[in-house]
T-cell receptor
């Protein structure tokens, strides 16, 4: 158990809908990262927050947004869902600073029908 | 060309064999190198973490980094069926920064 929690484990929804994925980092970790894992693209970085502030953006679609709250948990919002958004979404956390070790949560499996 | 290249396998070896997994990369700015193990439909689990060039050993696992060749390796000694998983290499240029992953190598240890 990495100490990173994610909810829900599974989500099945229809095209055009909006969903929210939740992540709680390990105790003491200030950085939260979101990654998408699909069969054809592998693990792709979406966005990073550090102590409540957006720090870096990767290949995140405009239909996707995220935030990190004062208690350091994070939410990833996916809207106007398309079939191609079906994937595993992982949250990872790290202490921050000069540290690169990231610990991953169990993921949320999103299926768009 | 991808920044990180990793042979997807699959790789099958008998129990007890030494396994060698490798990645090459093109971005010379990468300084932090990691290996993750991922069981089917689970989150990646951090196995090894190294900074810059050199070797690091942890139990049956040894990670090697050769920055001059832009090549990293993970060796697993005395492989066990429980080692069957997908192994992902990952790297970053600076601390507290996104990771760039290889596509993963699927490994099966045959009892």
């Amino acid at each position: 158990d990495s100490g990173v929690t994610q909810t829900p484990k599974h989500l099945i929804t229809a095209t055009g809908q909006r969903v929210t994925l939740r992540c709680s980092p390990r105790s003491g970790d200030l950085s939260v990262y979101w990654y998408q894992q699909s069969l054809d693209q592998g693990l792709q970085f979406l966005i990073q927050y550090y102590n409540g502030e957006e720090r870096a953006k990767g290949n995140i679609l405009e239909r996707f947004s995220a935030q990190q709250f004062p208690d350091l948990h994070s939410e990833l919002n996916l809207s106007s869902l398309e079939l191609g958004d079906s994937a595993l979404y992982f949250c990872a956390s790290s202490v921050g600073g000069a540290v690169s070790e990231q610990y991953f949560g169990p993921g949320t499996r999103l299926t768009v029908t | 060309q991808k920044e990180v290249e990793q042979d997807p396998g699959p790789l099958s070896v008998p129990e007890g064999a030494i396994v060698s997994l490798n990645c090459t990369y093109s971005n010379s700015a990468f300084q932090y190198f990691m290996w993750y193990r991922q069981y089917s439909r689970k989150g990646p689990e951090l196995l090894m973490y190294t900074y810059s060039s050199g070797n690091k050993e942890d139990g049956r696992f040894t990670a090697q980094v050769d920055k001059s060749s832009k090549y990293i390796s993970l060796f697993i000694r005395d492989s066990q069926p429980s080692d069957s998983a997908t192994y992902l290499c990952a790297m970053s240029a600076r601390g507290n920064e996104k990771l760039t992953f290889g596509t993963g190598t699927r490994l099966t240890i045959i009892p």
